[in-house]
Structures are given as structure tokens and as C-alpha cells.
């Protein structure tokens, strides 16, 4: 990448971002907002009043609402213009995913075609079969289903044992296996199916269409929620698969099944962001409507605590996705002004934020689960009822901590990427991590300079990342290569790392905000940030504690519990005023509007 002051995947952990560098949801322009507006009137118009009916595996419905979202053009955002699509940047599609978030189960539908189903053709495919298949995704004429997971190979996709063999006179492939959990199975006309061509070690890749012969579709599985988006076992009982329908190389599927993945995941947390807003949005209905001991409830303060509680959390994961979106849509331009081809540029971009999309994948589902959870709670008894949304919501949510790799597997992509673009040499993590070892063996620095308000919390900032330095380079340093086993810490680590992604993208939108809002405007937004760095600190410190005591002991271990504590201070914040007043504005506008 050639812009020097964006940094590079992973680097956050290293090197301060200035506020003016990162993109916030506040500098959307006139015809991003009304995409977003189209994506809005189509969720809540067209789909959610059906959305009762989508439950029942109505296959026929979910065909006819995906292809009303492809003829007003909602399918084809981010596909070029020659495929008859929109040609629109990274951060656009984010807002579009937003807003198709609110639309529940249908928003799975949704982002499986136009996402898995879809862009590995825009990436991987030949000429020929980006004509042939690309407009009709587009529009909705087609609809594409993604087919990795197989009963023995979930987490570790690669061992799967779907096969491929190729015919003698070469012009075909003859598949067999059962693909299961395919998501849009139901309703698609085209599968990106993984398979190992016989004697290969790595999969491959393929186009299939279900009129095929040999192409079997299950029934809709019976879900615990997401109930709208028909999931099916895909079976292959020979299939034969022109050569023309290989994509990319023979052998060459793993990279594109993670390089697929780790779009997914960052598109995960647009999605999140937008389906917790939509739960903000319905808590607070409720919580204004509802009277308990001749009050309404959102005048309580524990239901106070809960909505500007689930805003926060809200607020913090829209902050990182954009700032990571903007990221990824800057490294693809530099890519094609030096010369790269689009679609390489958008597959480099992307895995170059790799680590930062796995963080939005965790942080956006788990902020999820919290809402939804909350917003049954604020509901009470009809919390629990079927007629209300956010019973609807809670289920719907659960599936986002286990598809596109669990949580547990993204976690551990965090740490094991950083680790290995260090050894790489991509990112100096050794310099910096010293660099800790030495101070915590000097004597701390107590004279405390009178910083500004954004000042001192980078100053908290740079501690996290201290914190998670010290912690990892004494980890490396004790295990060395059979780190990879201690997966414990390399948890503890993780969730240290995405609190404080979190925790930095927050206060550099604050502060960019701080040249836009007056005063008065920006005090509520200060208070979030407080509020967040406040309940942020003792979990860094916590996590940080469960590693090193775990393998640390004597000097060494007091040492570093010394520094833990020293890299996790905050300042004392009265939490209950600044969530009261948090609480009151989003009670008076009786919507999530931050
Ligand atoms: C509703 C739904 C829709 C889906 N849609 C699709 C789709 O469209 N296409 C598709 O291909 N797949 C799809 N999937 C599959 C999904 O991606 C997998 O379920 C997921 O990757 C996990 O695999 P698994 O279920 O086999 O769990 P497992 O891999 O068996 O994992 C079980 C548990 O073990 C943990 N675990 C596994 N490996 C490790 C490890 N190395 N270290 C530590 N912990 C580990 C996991 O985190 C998890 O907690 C879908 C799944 C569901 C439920």
C-alpha cells in the first residue's frame, strides 16, 4: 500500500491512528444514504410484514423476495457495472448489509447470495463465467448458494470428503459427496461447491447448477432460528461438471473458501450493527409504552442502564466496521493505482485486513447476542412471546457466533495472524514488545502531566496494547513453538486485542466527531466513550491476569501483575449519571439515532 498513513492490517496493535485517517458513519454522502434508504423501505415494508410467513420454509416467498431486492438493484451493489451491477466501494455495501441486518433471516438469504454465492465468480471466475453467471446474480434471476461444510468437516473445511475426478477425455469432472448446512439451498439455482479432485491435496473449486443431473436437495433443516433462510444438504451423486466450471485453480480452493470467508466476516458485523439497532429501536417502543407501578418502564433506572448499555456496544461495533471497511476499500484503491487488476486488488485488500474482520465477526455477533438478550429481558413476559420481534431477534442472533468460523476458530485467527505476519517480518512486533520488557523493569513513571480529554485516553489506549505486548511476548517467550497449543491465553490475548480495537475506533470517531459537533452535542458522546473505556479496563485486565498467572511465576509474575495493573487504569467515571443521560436521549427520539 502506498498511503503511508493508513495503517496495515494488524498494526493498529503498534502505531496510533490519527481521528482524521478514519472513516465514521457521520460522513455518509447524499447517495450512499439513499441506498441505505432503498435497503430500509425494502426490509421494512416488503419483507418484516411477512416475515411470519418466511418462517414457514415458504421457499416460493423467499425466491419472489430475493428477486424484488435483485430488480430494485439491491443484489448487484458491489458487482462492476459490466455485470449489470452498481460498482460500489466496500464502505457502501457495509451500509447496505446495515440496513438488510434489520430484515432478520431474510438478511441471511441475503448476504449468503450476494457474499458467498456470489462474489467468489466475481474473484476467481474466468471471463466467461462472469458473463455467464454474474448479471443473473445480479438480478436476482439466479440465486447462489456457498457449499463448504460437510458432516466431517466443519471448522476444518479441508478435510472434507467430497470428490472430484476427472474423466478421461478431460472435458469434464465427476463429483460425489453430501455437502450439508447450505445455506439459500433451498431457493438457488447455483452452487459454489468445495470438493478434492482425486489424489489432490487441497480442494477445488466449482460451479454447479441444480438442473444438473445427479444434483439432489434436502428439506429445509429445522433450525432454532434464522427459520426464513432455507438450509439444506446438497448431494452429488455423479455429477458431471464441465472443465469450464472449475474456478480458479485446480487445488487452489482452500485460499478461496478463507479468502471468501474473510469477507464474510467482516460483512458479519455490518449486519449485527444493523440488527441491533433495529432491537434498540423496538426496546425502546416497548420500554416507552409499557407501565409497571403506574410508570412507564424506560423511566427506571436498571431498564435505563440496559438501552444506553446495549447503544454502546452498538455504537463501539459500528465504529470498528466502518473504520475497518474504509481500510480495506483504501488498500484495494492503492492496489489498482499500482497497477493490480480489480478483483486481485479486492481479495488482497481484504486479506489484508484479515485480523481486523475476524475481530468484527466476534465483537458484532457477541454485541448482538447482548442486545437481543436485553431486549427480551426489557419486554419481560412478552419477551418470550412469539408475537414480539425480539423474541424473533434472540433466536436469529445465536447463529452468528458459529457460521463464517465460530467464534473460537476467529479468534484464534486474530492472534495467529498477527503472529504470523511478525515472523514474516510484515509487522515489527518484537521492537515494541521489548520495549515494554524494558519498562516494566524501570520504575513507573507516576508524575501524571495534565492531559486533554483525548490525550489520556490514548494514553489508555497505548497501555491496552501495552498490556497485550507484554502478555504475548512473555507467552512467545515461555512457549515458543508449542504456543499454538496454549489456546487459553491465545482467548485471553484475542478478546484483549478486540476490546481494544473496539475501544480505539470508538474514541477516534469521538474525536472526529469533536471538530463536526458543538460542545453540548458532543458531551453525550464522550460520555459513551467514557462509559466504554470504564468497563473496558478491568476486562483487559482480567484476560491479561488469566494468561500471565497461567504461566508465569515468582519475580517475573509479579512483575507483570504490576504492569497489568499499571496498563488497565482508567479514570473513575460516574457511570450512573452518564447512562442516564444516554438513556433519556435515546428515550425522547424513541429510536437509536447516535
Ligand atoms: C444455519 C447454518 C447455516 C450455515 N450455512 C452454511 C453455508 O451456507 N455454507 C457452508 O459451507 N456452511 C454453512 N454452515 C456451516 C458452518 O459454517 C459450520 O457449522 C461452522 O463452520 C462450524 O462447523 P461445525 O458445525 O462442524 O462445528 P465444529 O467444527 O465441529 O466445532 C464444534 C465446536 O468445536 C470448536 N472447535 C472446532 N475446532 C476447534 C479448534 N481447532 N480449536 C478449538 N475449538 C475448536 C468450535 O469452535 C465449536 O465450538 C452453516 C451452519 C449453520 C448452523
Same mark, same amino acid.
Given at each position: 500500500m502506498t498511503d503511508t498513513k493508513t495503517l496495515k492490517g494488524g498494526e493498529f496493535l503498534i502505531r496510533e491512528t490519527a481521528a482524521q485517517d478514519i472513516f465514521i458513519p457521520e460522513e455518509f454522502n447524499e447517495e450512499q444514504r439513499m441506498m441505505a434508504q432503498s435497503c430500509k423501505e425494502f426490509t421494512e415494508n416488503v419483507v418484516n410484514p411477512q416475515m411470519d410467513q418466511l418462517e414457514k420454509h415458504d421457499r416460493e416467498l423467499l425466491s419472489k423476495l430475493l %428477486?424484488?431486492? &435483485?430488480?430494485?438493484g439491491l443484489l448487484g451493489i458491489s458487482l462492476p457495472e459490466e455485470y449489470d451491477g452498481f460498482g460500489q466501494n466496500f464502505v457502501t455495501a457495509m451500509l447496505t448489509t446495515e440496513e438488510m441486518g434489520k430484515g432478520y433471516s431474510f438478511?441471511? !438469504?441475503? @448476504? #449468503?447470495?450476494? &457474499?458467498?454465492?456470489?462474489? =467468489?465468480?466475481? +474473484? +476467481?471466475g474466468t471471463e466467461e463465467q462472469k458473463k455467464k453467471y454474474l448479471p443473473k446474480l445480479a438480478t436476482g434471476e439466479y440465486i447462489g448458494a456457498y457449499c463448504l461444510t460437510?458432516?466431517?468437516?466443519? @471448522?476444518? =473445511?479441508? *478435510?472434507?470428503?467430497?470428490e472430484a475426478v476427472l474423466s478421461e477425455d478431460g472435458k469434464y469432472y465427476n463429483l460425489n459427496g453430501v455437502k450439508i448446512w447450505t445455506t439459500n439451498g433451498g431457493v438457488a439455482d447455483i452452487f459454489i461447491v468445495f470438493a478434492k479432485v482425486k489424489g489432490d491435496k487441497n480442494l477445488s473449486t466449482f460451479i454447479i447448477e441444480k438442473t444438473w443431473d445427479g444434483v439432489k436437495l434436502g428439506v429445509d433443516e429445522e433450525k432454532m432460528g434464522i427459520k426464513g433462510s432455507t438450509t439444506i444438504q446438497f448431494y452429488m451423486d455423479d455429477v458431471k461438471v464441465p472443465v469450464e466450471n472449475l474456478l480458479g485453480d485446480q487445488n487452489g480452493g482452500f485460499k478461496i473458501a478463507l479468502?471468501?470467508?474473510?469477507?464474510?466476516?467482516?460483512?458479519?458485523?455490518?449486519?449485527?450493527? &444493523? !440488527? @441491533?439497532?433495529a432491537t434498540i429501536d423496538n426496546a425502546l417502543n416497548y420500554a416507552n409504552e409499557r407501565k409497571q407501578f403506574g410508570k412507564l418502564i424506560s423511566s427506571f433506572g436498571a431498564i435505563q442502564h440496559k438501552l444506553s448499555e446495549m447503544a454502546i456496544r452498538t455504537f463501539a461495533c459500528e465504529s470498528l466496521t466502518y473504520r475497518a471497511s474504509q481500510n480495506i476499500d483504501d488498500a484495494i484503491e492503492s492496489y489498482v493505482a499500482g497497477g493490480m487488476d480489480k478483483g486481485k486488488a479486492n481479495l488482497k485488500g481484504i486479506y489484508q485486513y484479515a485480523i481486523e474482520a475476524s475481530i468484527a465477526k466476534v465483537y458484532g455477533s457477541e454485541v448482538l447476542d447482548f442486545v437481543v438478550d436485553e431486549g427480551v429481558q426489557i419486554y419481560g413476559g412478552m419477551g418470550y412471546s412469539a408475537e414480539t420481534p425480539v423474541e424473533r431477534a434472540y433466536r436469529d442472533s445465536r447463529i452468528n457466533r458459529i457460521f463464517e468460523g465460530t467464534n473460537e476458530i476467529n479468534r484464534m485467527v486474530t492472534v495467529g495472524e498477527l503472529l504470523k505476519r511478525g515472523f514474516k517480518g510484515e509487522l515489527d512486533l518484537m521492537t515494541p514488545a521489548k520495549a515494554v520488557a524494558k519498562e516494566l523493569m524501570g520504575i513507573p513513571d507516576f508524575g501524571a502531566p495534565s492531559l486533554g480529554y483525548f490525550e489520556a485516553k490514548k494514553k489508555v489506549i497505548t497501555n491496552f496494547k501495552k498490556a497485550i505486548l507484554m502478555t504475548a511476548g512473555a507467552a512467545l517467550?515461555?512457549? $515458543?513453538?508449542?504456543?499454538?497449543?496454549?489456546?487459553?491465553?491465545? $482467548?485471553?490475548? @484475542?478478546? $484483549?486485542?478486540?476490546?481494544? +480495537?473496539a475501544a480505539e475506533s470508538m474514541m477516534l470517531r469521538v474525536e472526529k466527531l469533536s471538530g463536526m459537533y458543538d460542545e453540548?452535542?458532543?458531551?453525550?458522546? %464522550?460520555? $459513551?466513550?467514557?462509559?466504554?473505556? +470504564?468497563?473496558? #479496563? =478491568?476486562?483487559?485486565?482480567?484476560? &491479561?491476569?488469566?494468561?500471565?498467572? *497461567?504461566f508465569a511465576e515468582g519475580d517475573e509474575l509479579m512483575g507483570m501483575t504490576m504492569g497489568m495493573k499499571r496498563f488497565t487504569k482508567v479514570a473513575a467515571v460516574n457511570v450512573v449519571a452518564a447512562r442516564r443521560k444516554i438513556a433519556v436521549k435515546l428515550i425522547e427520539d424513541n429510536k437509536y439515532d447516535l
Open positions: %428477486k424484488e431486492a &435483485g430488480e430494485l438478511a441471511v !438469504a441475503f @448476504s #449468503a447470495h450476494t &457474499g458467498i454465492g456470489t462474489l =467468489p465468480i466475481l +474473484y +476467481y460437510e458432516a466431517e468437516a466443519g @471448522s476444518d =473445511p479441508n *478435510s472434507g470428503k467430497a479468502n471468501i470467508l474473510n469477507l464474510g466476516r467482516i460483512k458479519l458485523s455490518g449486519a449485527t450493527t &444493523g !440488527a @441491533s439497532k517467550q515461555k512457549f $515458543m513453538e508449542k504456543f499454538a497449543d496454549e489456546q487459553e491465553i491465545i $482467548m485471553n490475548l @484475542s478478546d $484483549m486485542l478486540i476490546l481494544t +480495537y453540548e452535542k458532543l458531551s453525550l458522546y %464522550k460520555d $459513551m466513550l467514557d462509559i466504554f473505556f +470504564y468497563d473496558t #479496563a =478491568p476486562k483487559i485486565h482480567k484476560f &491479561g491476569l488469566d494468561a500471565i498467572n *497461567s
